[in-house]
Every structure is written in C-alpha cells, then in structure tokens.
C-alpha cells in the first residue's frame, strides 16, 4: 500500500487505502490522493471523493495508475465501500 488516510467527524469515519501500483508519479500521487479522497467523500460520498482524486492525477505530466478502496461507516449505519483503479497486472515470466 503506497497511501491511506482516516477522516474523522462525530461517530462517522472514513478511511482510504491506495496503491500506486508501481508507476512514476504514483509516490507523489500517494501522498495527496489518500485526504482528497477521505476529505471530498465525507462531505459528498465515496465516489465523488475517487473520482476527484482522479482528476488530481491529472496535475501530473504523466498522470499515475493507482487503486483504492475508500470505506465510511458509523455505528447504526450501513458500511459503505467504492474501488476505483488499475489493478497491477501479474508478474508473467519468459
């Protein structure tokens, strides 16, 4: 895991893993995306807070390849989860 990040407010959390499976840009990246994402989706949900995070990769001249998982959960309350990502493709011998 290159990213993660834990968002905080009242009873609800948020939190994020992210990996940058590996690409130039992906260790900047990793350190920005994880609280853009936490951030946006404890204000407007998990898929605006991935989907904002893509948009940063953007800023990059060759914008990076990563996965992450964001959940948000609150006692009482239904876990949700959203993925979004470029899986790593496995490592194929010759």
Same mark, same amino acid.
């Given at each position: 895991?290159?990213?993660? /990040?834990?968002?905080?407010? =009242?009873?609800?959390?948020?939190?994020?893993? +992210?990996? =940058?499976?590996?690409?130039?840009?992906?260790?900047?990246?990793? &350190?920005?995306?994880?609280?853009?994402?936490? /951030?946006?989706?404890? &204000?407007?949900? =998990? +898929?605006?807070? +991935?989907?904002?995070?893509?948009?940063?990769? /953007?800023?990059?001249?060759?914008?990076?390849?990563?996965?992450?998982?964001?959940?948000?959960?609150?006692?009482?309350?239904?876990?949700?989860?959203?993925?979004?990502?470029?899986?790593?493709?496995?490592?194929?011998?010759?």
């Amino acid at each position: 895991m290159d990213g993660q /990040h834990v968002q905080r407010r =009242g009873e609800r959390v948020c939190a994020v893993a +992210l990996d =940058g499976a590996g690409y130039r840009g992906a260790a900047a990246y990793a &350190a920005v995306a994880p609280a853009v994402i936490t /951030h946006t989706g404890m &204000a407007m949900g =998990g +898929l605006a807070g +991935l989907t904002t995070a893509g948009q940063v990769a /953007h800023a990059y001249e060759v914008p990076p390849h990563a996965s992450a998982v964001y959940a948000c959960m609150k006692p009482g309350r239904v876990t949700r989860l959203s993925a979004a990502g470029v899986p790593r493709e496995p490592h194929r011998s010759r």
